[in-house]
């Protein structure tokens, strides 16, 4: 059975996400960053992070390149920062920025991760990039809570959810699984 690239597209926008702006510098002092949702946490010890970068963005090779990076974890107040560092290369630092072991990063972040580059990873279009966080940085005002990006639109995260049902979890995605049609 093929998946087709809208199809999947379609049920990974299903993921809500955390939203981040990976940056760094380059050889020649340039800055480089954008918007990242994959950011996740691979490992306690040592302490392992790891992102997908496509090979066609423009910060594909910097990042790579790049023995060192950051990662700003983005507060539900700051959507106009995402969509900034998602898409214009020329106006991505042009607001809110403070540098951090000599790497730009975004100010009033809900916290921050200055990694070296561990290891790199080819996986389709993407390289998988693993990094060590040398330094990790938390804002003790970081009441606002995180920016999530869910089915194509940034969301703030309101109260946490409560279980309401008696039955076990997996009970509802066995009777999901069970009506539906794929």
Request: with cysteine; charged share 20%; hydrophobic share 40%.
């Amino acid at each position: 059975m093929t998946v087709s690239a809208r199809t999947f597209r379609d049920v990974m926008a299903c993921l809500a996400m955390p939203v981040a702006v990976v940056s760094t510098v380059d050889g020649a002092g340039r800055w480089h960053g954008a918007t990242f949702g994959s950011v996740v946490s691979l490992s306690v010890d040592p302490p392992l992070v790891m992102f997908a970068v496509g090979r066609g963005s423009t910060v594909h090779q910097p990042v790579c390149d790049s023995g060192r990076f950051c990662i700003s974890v983005l507060t539900a107040g700051q959507r106009e920062t995402a969509e900034r560092f998602a898409s214009d290369p020329a106006g991505r630092f042009a607001t809110d920025i403070v540098l951090l072991d000599g790497i730009p990063v975004v100010g009033g972040a809900l916290g921050w991760l200055v990694c070296s580059r561990s290891d790199l990873v080819e996986a389709g279009d993407h390289t998988v990039l693993i990094g060590h966080v040398e330094h990790a940085l938390r804002d003790p005002q970081g009441a606002a809570g995180p920016l999530v990006y869910h089915e194509r639109r940034y969301y703030r995260l309101g109260a946490p959810a409560e279980r309401h049902s008696a039955e076990p979890a997996g009970a509802l995605y066995q009777a999901s699984c069970a009506d539906s049609t794929v």
